[in-house]
């Protein structure tokens, strides 16, 4: 028992000396300060500034105050500044330092850190915050609550605090997410799309709505052709019949110019009988390229279509009749 009883009193003696020898450093150490002069010039100049707007004077003014000595509210007036600025980081960084910077008496210290908690509150209602958003696929279109669409690859970005709708689209398939943003933070979403590729028919070739160069040449082709064989019809109606029957008046007569009238009557069945040929040949050939070309037509109903399958390639042809 005596041993025990003195171990005990040698303990509680060298706990009290040691609380006894903290006490002159702790009390100190809760000593305010007092601003200097310079500094406090400085700080007013600093106010008038921020009064008239000129937020980089403001900071400049504290930072030379600061330059002459550490102190909360000098810490604490330029993050605010900072924050007029929207250097959101700085502003952060510099209320950070008020919280174990020297403290002076007025105002309180106490109230100079609640105040000084508010404000850090503050940036993370009133700052931007960063949108990071990882996918798969990598070419995914993405849209933020109904924005424009954007690449993946253009993210991260900054937005205002709040709740936002992430919409991401690939492959025919859309996939949806919320993310809220906090001022000063970041946040990573991952937005996932399974695209299956399953070819069992044409895949590739012109659309409905994509037409060949060749099915329009075809086209104007067959419209020339059309051309020719109606003016054809017109000569011969307008031309060659008069003719005819002029050739057949002076042969009746026995007329001396009916060789001349032979020779007109000749020429114009030569021109008409080219007109027909030549428009006939042309309209037709213009609708078979027409009908060839791998135009409007889908894969399965006309032209010439390669197709790509899952095990195999090669080439399908189809008319449009």
């Known amino acids: 028992e005596a041993p025990r009883l ?25 000593e305010n300060i007092v601003l200097t002069d310079k500094q406090v010039e400085y700080f007013v100049k600093a106010g008038k500034a921020l009064e008239s707007g000129e937020q980089d004077q403001a900071i400049e003014y504290y930072r030379l105050a600061l330059k002459a000595g550490e102190a ?3 810490y604490a007036a330029l993050g605010r500044a900072l924050y007029r600025k929207g250097r959101c980081a700085e502003a952060d960084k510099a209320y950070e330092a008020a919280l174990t910077a020297p403290t002076v008496a007025s105002p309180p210290p106490a109230s100079v850190r609640e105040k000084i908690e508010e404000y850090r509150i503050g940036l993370r209602v009133e700052c931007p915050g960063t949108l990071v958003i990882k996918c ?22 900054e937005l205002k605090a709040d709740f936002y709708r992430i919409e991401g689209s690939a492959g025919g398939e859309i996939v949806e997410s919320e993310v809220k943003i906090v001022g000063m933070e970041t946040a990573t ?31 104007i082709t067959a419209g020339v052709g059309g051309a020719l064989l109606a003016t054809a019809v017109v000569f011969d109606l307008v031309v060659l019949g008069p003719a005819i029957d002029d ?3 002076a042969s009746d007569s026995r007329s001396s110019d009916e060789q001349a009238k032979f020779d007109d009557a000749d020429s114009a069945q030569t021109t008409t009988l080219i007109l027909y040929i030549g428009g006939g040949v042309l309209a037709t050939a213009g609708v078979i390229i027409w009908a060839l070309a ?25 008319t449009r009749w």
């Not at 995914?140 to 993210?155: P, Q």
């Not at 028919?201 to 160069?213: F, R």
Request: include cysteine; charge should be negative; proline fraction near 9%.
């Open 136 to 157: 798969e696929p990598a070419d995914m279109k993405v849209r933020v609550s109904g924005g424009a669409r954007r690449a993946c690859g253009e993210f991260p970005i």
């Open 247 to 249: 050739l057949e008046t």
């Open 294 to 318: 791998p135009d409007a037509a889908p894969a399965e109903t006309g032209g010439l279509q390669p197709w790509l399958g899952a095990d195999s390639a090669g080439i399908t042809y189809g």
């Open 72 to 74: 909360n509210v000098l």
């Open 6 to 30: 003195m171990i005990r009193k040698i303990l509680i003696a060298a706990v009290a000396f040691g609380v006894l020898a903290a006490l002159p450093s702790s009390a100190s150490a809760q």
């Open 189 to 219: 979403i991952e937005l996932k799309i399974d695209v299956k590729k399953v070819a069992t028919g044409p895949e590739v070739g012109p659309t409905p709505t994509e037409d060949s160069p060749m099915g329009t040449v075809g086209l």
